[in-house]
T-cell receptor, first 114, second 115 residues
Framework: ETGVTQSPTHLIKTRGQQVTLRCSSQ?????VSWYQQALGQGPQFIFQ???????GRGNFPPRFSGLQFPNYSSELNVNALELDDSALYLC?????????????FGAGSRLTVL | GDSVTQMEGPVTLSEEAFLTINCTYT??????LFWYVQYPGEGLQLLLK?????DKGSNKGFEATYRKETTSFHLEKGSVQVSDSAVYFC??????????????FGQGTTLQVKP
C-alpha cells in the first residue's frame, strides 16, 4: 500500500503571496488532517477533512483553507503569506471509525516565506 | 485546554544506555496517548500508542505505560542504538471532547546516541 505523499517538498514564497500544498492519502484512508510544524516545535493542528468537508479546526485564521477531493486527496491553501507562516506543513491521513486516532504522516512540505 | 509537556532536550546518551523521556498531559476527557518519532528530513512515524489507563504500548524495544493517576506516558528503552537518534514527540487524542480526533503534540525531545 502507498503511504502519504506531499508536494512540493520545498518552496520559497514572499510575503503577501498565496501557496497551495498538496497531499495524497494512504490507500484506504478517508480522513485528512493538516499540521503546521514550526522549527523546533511540535506540530500544531490546522484542520481536518472528512467526506470533503472541514471537520474540526485549530487556532488558525481563515486565510488557511483546505479542500478534500472525492479520491480523498487534499489541498492546503494559505493566502496573504506572513513571515511566521514559514514552517514544515504535514499532511496526515487516517480511517474514520477505526478507533484510536492513528495518523499516517507524509514527509511534509517545507515553506519558507521571505 | 488539553496539553502535553515533554522533558526538554537534547538528551545525549552512549550506545546501550537506558533511555527515559518524560511526558505528562492535561486532558478533560479520556485521551489516547501516542509517541511519534521524526528522523531527520522525514515526517512523523507512529512509535507506539495506548488507549486506556494502565495500557502499555511497545514497539522496537520502546515501551510506555499510560498512568492515569500521574497523567504520564513516559517513553523508555533499555538499550539505545545510534539509529535511535531522532526527535520524539508525545501526543494525545481526546475524542471525548472533540469528534475530530486531532492530535495535540508536545514540543519534542531530541535524542542523540553516540557510539
Amino acid at each position: 500500500e502507498t503511504g502519504v505523499t506531499q508536494s512540493p517538498t520545498h518552496l520559497i514564497k514572499t510575503r503577501g503571496q498565496q501557496v497551495t500544498l498538496r497531499c495524497s492519502s494512504q490507500s484506504g484512508h478517508n480522513t485528512v488532517s493538516w499540521y503546521q510544524q514550526a522549527l523546533g516545535q511540535g506540530p500544531q493542528f490546522i484542520f481536518q477533512y472528512y467526506r470533503e468537508e472541514e471537520n474540526g479546526r485549530g487556532n488558525f485564521p481563515p486565510r488557511f483553507s483546505g479542500l478534500q477531493f472525492p479520491n480523498y486527496s487534499s489541498e492546503l491553501n494559505v493566502n496573504a503569506l506572513e513571515l511566521d507562516d514559514s514552517a514544515l506543513y504535514l499532511c496526515a491521513s487516517s480511517l474514520e471509525g477505526s478507533g484510536a486516532n492513528v495518523l499516517t504522516f507524509g514527509a511534509g512540505s517545507r515553506l519558507t516565506v521571505l | 485546554g488539553d496539553s502535553v509537556t515533554q522533558m526538554e532536550g537534547p538528551v545525549t546518551l552512549s550506545e546501550e544506555a537506558f533511555l527515559t523521556i518524560n511526558c505528562t498531559y492535561t486532558a478533560t476527557g479520556y485521551p489516547s496517548l501516542f509517541w511519534y518519532v521524526q528522523y531527520p528530513g522525514e515526517g512523523l512515524q507512529l512509535l507506539l500508542k495506548a488507549t486506556k489507563a494502565d495500557d502499555k504500548g511497545s514497539n522496537k524495544g520502546f515501551e510506555a505505560t499510560y498512568r492515569k493517576e500521574t497523567t504520564s506516558f513516559h517513553l523508555e528503552k533499555g538499550s539505545v542504538q545510534v539509529s535511535d537518534s531522532a526527535v520524539y514527540f508525545c501526543a494525545l487524542s481526546d475524542r471525548g471532547s472533540s469528534n475530530t480526533g486531532k492530535l495535540i503534540f508536545g514540543q519534542g525531545t531530541t535524542l542523540q546516541v553516540k557510539p
